[in-house]
């Protein structure tokens, strides 16, 4: 299976005009899956593909399927806390016969403290990383997928905006790198990174000449172990300009069997 993770840009610049010329260049990578954000899925697409968003106004995240791997919603409580953050997520499985479900969600959160009224009802503190002592809007999106994905195979990725920061000396940010700590210690495995196990370039838009990676994908171990491989293509920004983020591409195996994870802390 080929999924592909992408931030097509609609929210900012000028990508709105190129945004049909976007999933244009989707449909030629002919992907199985994609994770898409800042997305508006135009009517063709759903007659290509499985598409779904929640009800937005201007743009909102999505999952999109090929109609063969029979991809269907999973629904959030709209008081919940992943039900809170409306159409920046889109969460759904993908059946695999007798075998469990792959849990698959499509993320954007912000690089900002979350509202007081998104996180009603949860302890912020806990949420929080100790090293920003507020919860973020990627806090509060990681903890309630952490909650959902719990003894589940799953594939959770998109614009997470935050990165490990890694400096010229390759030292990370403490934000950055406790971000990824905590996933790693929940059972969450990165996919997303390069053969040398560090962040590529996918962000695209205004800053210093560092390469920047806000947009990651996770699976649980045994869903990680059949990934062959990720990739970033840089072609659709450096060459066509059709958003500020390049998508991230990765071969999934779902042949294999794939049990629920285990010695992951809750």
């Known amino acids: 299976m080929k999924v592909v993770s992408w931030n097509m840009g609609v929210a900012f610049g000028s990508y709105a005009a190129w945004h049909d010329r976007a999933w244009h260049w989707l449909a030629a990578l002919d992907a199985d899956l994609a994770l898409l954000q800042e997305c508006v899925p135009p009517e063709w697409a759903s007659e290509r593909w499985t598409v779904f968003t ?14 063969e791997i029979g991809l269907r919603p999973v629904a959030h409580d709209p008081d919940s806390l992943l039900g809170r953050f409306g159409s920046y997520l889109a969460t759904g499985e993908v059946p695999r016969g007798g075998k469990p479900p792959l849990l698959v969600a499509s993320v954007h959160t912000r690089a900002a ?6 996180t009603a009802g949860h302890d912020r503190g806990t949420m929080a990383r100790s090293s920003v ?6 806090d509060a999106g990681f903890a309630g997928y952490r909650q959902l994905a719990y003894g589940h195979p799953f594939l959770i990725g998109g614009d997470w905006n935050t990165a490990r920061y890694v400096d010229e000396d390759g ?7 406790e971000f990824f700590d905590r996933a790693a210690e929940a059972g969450w495995t990165e996919v997303s990174l390069g053969d040398d196990a560090r962040e590529r370039r996918t962000w695209y838009g205004p800053g210093g ?23 970033i293509e840089a072609y659709p920004v450096e060459a066509l300009g059709l958003s500020d983020h390049a998508p991230i591409v990765l071969d999934l195996d779902l042949t294999g069997d794939v049990e629920a994870p285990e010695g992951a802390s809750h």
Request: charged fraction near 15%; glycine fraction near 8%.
């Open 113 to 118: 403290e979350v509202p007081a009224w998104v």
């Open 171 to 177: 030292v990370p940010s403490e934000a950055g790198a």
């Open 54 to 67: 929640l009800p937005f106004t201007h743009w909102a995240s999505a999952l999109v399927g090929r109609r």
């Open 133 to 138: 002592g507020v919860p973020w809007s990627n």
């Open 209 to 231: 000449p560092r390469p920047y990676q806000p947009d990651h994908l996770f699976a649980d171990a045994a869903t990680a172990a059949g990934i062959s491989g990720s990739r």
